[in-house]
């Protein structure tokens, strides 16, 4: 049984804890797919990457300001954890674990996805809220046992998002940060054009 949530809990510790910047205010875990990401035959995959973001980088915006939250206006210097561009260790175990879930069917996307409002009901391309489950799994983790407010000496928001924030990277978010580490992003999405 691949215990893909641990493997890359191990990775990404290993990397949040390697960044000393004093100004960090939020965390990236941006889980993206895209019809150009194609791996093992499958296209319209999702990747994996972790940023952050400083005081610096947003110009030290307001606390609800579009400037602090939405990720267009981030540095994105995105350290890749699920990459099928070069593929890794990582992306291999991901779809290994898709293929001893039953997973299958990868990349395909339903055409009736909105509502009668037009707004996007769906969960993404087939795998793409696996992940996104699975990233905010390991966020959850990494916030309840302390692994950032110990490193950084505060809390820190993690951000479980894809270009859009679409209503499923808002409730990654809420599971990810379990003390309330988002509230200000949440409170901001939810005022802000960008959501």
Known sequence: MINIEAVLYEKIKKIITSWYEDEIYAISFFVNSNEAYSFRGFSNVSNFSVSYNTEEDCDYADD??????????????????VDTYDGNEETELLFDWY??????????????????????????PVGHYELLTIAANVANRLQKEGVISNHFNKQIPIIVHGLEYAWYDIEATKRANPNGEADLFLEAAEGLEFI
């Open 64 to 81: 609800l300001d579009e400037d602090r939250w939405n990720y267009a206006c981030w540095r994105q210097d995105e350290i890749p954890i």
């Open 99 to 124: 293929k001893e879930n039953g997973i299958d069917n990868l990349g395909y996307e339903e055409d009736d996805c909105y509502n009668d409002d037009g707004e996007y009901t769906g969960k993404g």
